[in-house]
């Protein structure tokens, strides 16, 4: 999945691009451009601070902030810092460190959580697991709501979930090992 900023500004209905330099360069690239260009350059440099973060329904935000000279980098390194400890707060973790099984989508039918979307050459499909196979506990405790069940196999990297599906009238147990989130769904 792709996604593309505009930068610009509204006016009226019409969106006006401003700086396309941005689209060529990248904002990384621009932000550097445009500290070079600035007096702020000369007295302390410029810095730029830039996060991913996700939470456990995959929705992805940027907390980044630059500044110039010693009072800006000052500042936006702190206003960062703000950004990234109120979404972690919010559930959100560093899109490094976001742990993933693999199992991409979980519908609630009749109380039982069905499993309807696995990532190939993830660990829920590289475990066996299946589109069909219903969802009954993770690290044993019961899912009966879609959303809970999102939320309990998020996690860290490298960290274990344990999973009861159930296939036909067999259950299952397994032991899947999170992978990094980037390994699984690419870098966005």
């Excluded at 690239?29 to 500290?35: A, G, P, S």
């Excluded at 992805?60 to 010693?70: D, H, K, N, P, T």
């Excluded at 400890?85 to 991409?104: Q, R």
């Excluded at 196999?153 to 989130?181: C, E, H, M, W």
């Amino acid at each position: 999945m792709n996604h593309k900023k505009t930068y610009g500004f509204i006016s009226g209905n019409k969106q006006y691009r401003s700086l396309k330099l941005f689209h060529i360069l990248g904002e990384t690239k621009m932000n550097r451009l445009l500290c070079a260009l600035t007096i702020g350059a000369l007295v302390g440099g410029c810095a730029t601070y830039s996060k991913m973060l996700i939470n456990s329904n995959g929705q992805l935000v940027r907390c980044g902030q630059s500044g110039a000279g010693i009072v800006g980098t000052a500042v936006a390194s702190t206003a960062h810092d703000k950004c990234v400890d109120s979404y972690k707060s919010a559930g959100y973790m560093e899109l490094e460190e976001a742990g993933v099984t693999g199992i991409s989508r979980v519908v609630t039918e009749g109380g039982v959580i069905r499993i309807t979307a696995i990532a190939d050459n993830s660990p829920a499909s590289n475990a066996g697991i299946a589109i069909g196979d219903n969802l009954i506990s993770v690290n044993g405790q019961p899912v009966s709501v879609a959303v809970e069940a999102v939320r309990a196999l998020f996690g860290k990297a490298n960290t274990q979930v344990s999973v009861v599906v159930r296939r036909g009238p067999a259950d299952r147990t397994i032991t899947l090992t999170r992978a990094p989130y980037p390994s699984v769904y690419g870098k966005r």
